[in-house]
């Protein structure tokens, strides 16, 4: 029996919506949850939001929202992107839920009981955006590092955590659980803290200046840091202490986070564990920051990156692919989408996509759409060590793994890929289906061929979930059955001759930068708008268009128009419209319910492939990268737009 395994990510705090940071460690966590499926039985994934604090009050304030109405309203943006990632948590926790609040209470009044709480003033600088208090040796010219403010000074009575206590036990246990925290940089770092003195934390702040946290069960003037609350969701959401999620999953706890939280996460929460009297957790999982072409993302530069964004271009497995492949886990890594184009190309389309179409279109046409026999006799000669090859990689591909070493892992299968496209020019297929006489080398190799293909199917599923899926499909198999389960790819001559395959498709298709596409290279280097801007219109000419605020209520492929998606809309005229819209090579139905959109009202209705259209949708591109124009605040059907 394998051991369980739990995996979590940050919670993710609700004064900003989500972005590429996000979406990375929550993709990450995926992956590795995914991965571990292959080998075990129970799993459990936990993500969630963070949603008390001074900042988050503030947040709210800015958007004229109570606190409350504003928390749900962020926390629902990232509940609802995840599945768009095809994000597979088990459990979503709000710090905010009454259950993670009583045992936030019950953890406090445990340490408080233990004399590992005290009361004392204390005159400090305190940064208001950081919510804590820096020392002089932490400033940078006297200013936060982060918020280049110089901080104020603040004297106040508060409760203080007795961290110093438990220094040289974490010191020790470190050094004993060397992998503790990992990759090593981390681990070195966090002991460097440590070789200083460390502070006592404090863990409270007074009502008079912060409401909105969960009031110290000891002391009613009083509200919890938010450190201190967000930590202890790692074991509200299993039920601490008695739930049977906790005795399970506990043990085999595994962080994620990036550089940016390793303090709390690397010595406020163990030590908070021990005087809690929890068990440590068993790893943290520490890995770097994505810039955008190698600055910093922030709002002010502009260069914030937007997961669905990307996703409706070039495609969910391509984004979670290259966000995988391309960050060594520990360092720091830079997005830019010419690279994004450049793995697509070279790896997903050139490398795998040919692969698959390659032996497909081979197997099609040479032993009319079945699986070929396999003659044992002749097997080994021609199979040229590719069963050995095909358990090495999975090996490799699995340690890897297990030590987030994602690249590696897919560098593995990606060898093995090349391994297949190289055995396909040795052994020359089309060669020997000239030969009627070499009819049994001829099934040998493309069995092979096919069975090495049903192993990348399961190697790729951590990663690639629906390309995974598709494969097998087109593979014969039903996809059922957790195909991607680690006995499973390894019992090589799995697929059963005679199995039938269904007509097969382009895993990948070649993808171009929007603005270097190869018809543009022309254009580029002219000035001005491309196309050409349009002729003048008048006020009057603008006005006669109506343009209207509408819901999407429903989405729809229609039969044999693959370009196009029919939609029906609600533009508060008591009755839906139906409007049929070119988006389908960019969009999903599912991108676009619940959407607010932007409706050419007035427009002559028009039968789009039999179906009758009343109104246009406002989007940009040229059919192919499509971005549909959606209002960013909800905005009552039928408002005029002007
Ligand atoms: N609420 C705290 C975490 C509490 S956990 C008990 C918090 N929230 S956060 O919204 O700021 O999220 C920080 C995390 O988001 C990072 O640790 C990382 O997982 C992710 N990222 C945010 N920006 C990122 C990058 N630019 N690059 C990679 N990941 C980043 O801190």
């Known amino acids: 029996m394998t051991e369980p395994f739990y995996v979590t990510t940050p919670i993710y705090y609700v004064n ?13 966590a995926d992956v590795i949850k995914r991965f571990y499926t292959m080998i075990t039985t129970e799993t459990f994934f936990l993500t969630g939001t963070d949603e008390h604090g001074d900042k988050i009050m503030r947040a709210a304030r800015a958007e004229g ?73 932490e400033l940078v010219d006297g200013k936060c590092p982060d918020h280049q403010t110089e901080p104020e000074v603040i004297r106040e009575s508060n409760y203080f955590f007795k961290m110093s206590k438990y220094q040289q036990w974490w010191t020790d246990y470190i050094n004993r659980h060397p992998d503790v925290i990992r990759p090593e940089r ?33 002391d009613q003037d009083y509200v919890t840091y938010v450190w201190f609350d967000a930590l202890i969701n ?23 986070v990036a550089k940016d939280i390793l303090k709390p996460h690397g010595i406020y929460w163990p030590i908070m564990l021990k005087a809690a009297g929890i068990p440590i957790y068993r790893h943290l999982n520490v890995h770097g920051y994505w810039n955008v072409d190698n600055s910093k993302m922030s709002k002010s530069l502009g260069n914030v990156i937007e997961p669905l964004q990307l996703k409706n271009v070039y495609g969910l497995d391509a984004f979670r692919y290259f966000l995988t492949r391309d960050m060594v886990f520990g360092l720091d890594a830079s997005f830019n989408e010419e690279a994004l184009v450049n793995r697509i190309n070279s790896d997903l389309a050139n490398d795998l996509g040919n692969l698959f ?16 026999a396999i003659d044992s006799n002749i097997e080994e000669e021609l199979s040229l060590g590719l069963s050995q090859d095909a358990i090495q990689t999975i090996d490799a591909f699995a340690a890897n793994m297990e030590v987030f070493a994602f690249h590696k892992a897919l560098q593995a299968v990606w060898e093995f890929i090349n391994r297949l496209n190289k055995y396909i020019d040795v052994t020359a297929p089309w060669v020997l289906a000239k030969n009627k006489s070499s009819r049994k080398q001829l099934e040998v190799v493309i069995y092979n061929l096919l069975e090495g293909l049903r192993v990348i199917s399961g190697l790729i599923y951590p990663v690639m979930p629906d ?4 494969m097998q499909k087109h593979l014969g198999l039903d996809g059922k059955d957790e195909f991607y389960k680690m006995e499973k790819l390894k019992a090589w001559k799995s697929l059963l001759p005679g199995t039938r395959l269904p007509k097969t498709i382009a895993l990948f298709p070649r993808v171009e930068m929007p603005e270097m596409g190869e018809a543009n290279q022309g254009e580029r280097n002219k000035p001005g708008l491309n196309p050409p801007l349009g002729k003048e219109i008048t006020i009057d000419q603008f006005t006669a268009v109506d343009l209207r605020v509408a819901t999407v209520i429903k989405a ?33 139905p599912a991108d676009l319910i619940g959407k607010q959109v932007i409706v050419v009202a007035n427009l002559k209705p028009a039968k789009l492939m039999g179906v009758l259209s009343e109104g246009m949708l406002l989007a940009a591109g040229d059919g192919k990268q499509t971005t549909v124009a959606v209002l960013d605040k ?9």
Request: hydrophobic residues 35%; charged residues 25%.
């Open 357 to 372: 179409s390659r032996v497909l279109t081979m197997a099609h046409k040479y032993f009319q759409s079945t699986v070929p």
């Open 634 to 642: 909800k905005t009552a059907p039928g408002t005029k737009v002007s």
């Open 556 to 588: 729809e492929p229609i039969p044999r128009a693959k370009k196009l998606l029919k939609l029906e809309i609600d533009m508060g005229e008591g009755r839906h419209r139906t409007i049929v819209s070119g988006i389908a090579a960019s969009h999903s």
């Open 467 to 470: 390309t995974a899926a598709s």
């Open 234 to 256: 790692y074991v509200s959401a299993l039920g601490y202490p008695d739930g049977g999620l906790f005795k399970k999953f506990w043990p085999v706890a595994q962080h994620i």
């Open 186 to 218: 981390y681990r070195n770092e966090v002991l460097a803290f440590l070789r200083e003195p460390l502070e006592d934390l404090c863990i409270s702040r007074p009502k008079s200046r912060i409401k909105w946290g969960i009031t110290l069960p000891f």
């Open 16 to 28: 900003a919506r989500p972005h590429l940071g996000h979406a990375y460690t929550t993709i990450a």
């Open 65 to 137: 929202l109570s606190p409350r109405a504003y928390v749900d309203k962020i926390s629902d943006l990232f509940r609802q992107l995840w599945p768009q990632l095809n994000i597979s948590n088990d459990y979503f926790i709000r710090t905010t839920d009454p259950k993670h609040i009583a045992v936030v209470e019950k953890v406090l009044q445990k340490i408080y009981d233990k004399g590992d709480i005290y009361f004392s003033e204390y005159e400090g600088k305190y940064c208001f955006g950081c919510e804590r208090f820096y020392t002089e040796k």
